[in-house]
């Protein structure tokens, strides 16, 4: 006689075999309430260098320039304002 077996593998994985959870873990993890998102992890450590927020006014033909460029627009706007420093300075 025939038995019926599972298709797929099991994933399942004994608790007892996982590592332990400390301080640290808790300190860098998000903090969640329900589904909403209180604080981001402290895993990613600062930059030297950090960009500063600003509220700045383009001309709209510059800024339809950059966006047809596609994702990461506003870092290759950055990266020509950069070199024009660079090369003025």
């Known amino acids: 006689m025939s038995e019926n077996k599972p298709n797929t593998p099991s994933t399942w994985v004994d608790p007892d075999d996982a590592p332990e959870l400390g ?8 903090l969640y309430q ?3 998102l209180i604080r981001r992890g402290r895993g990613r450590p600062k930059l030297a260098n950090r960009k500063i927020l600003l509220s700045v ?12 460029t596609g994702e990461g627009w506003q870092v290759r706007m950055d990266a020509v304002l950069r ?4 090369r003025k300075a």
Do not use: H, K, N
Not at 57 to 68: L, M, N, W
Not at 83 to 86: D, G, N
């Open 23 to 30: 301080a640290e873990f808790f300190r860098e993890a998000d």
């Open 34 to 36: 329900g589904d909403q």
């Open 57 to 68: 006014r383009y001309s709209p033909e510059v800024i339809a320039y950059f966006r047809q």
């Open 83 to 86: 070199e024009y420093v660079r």
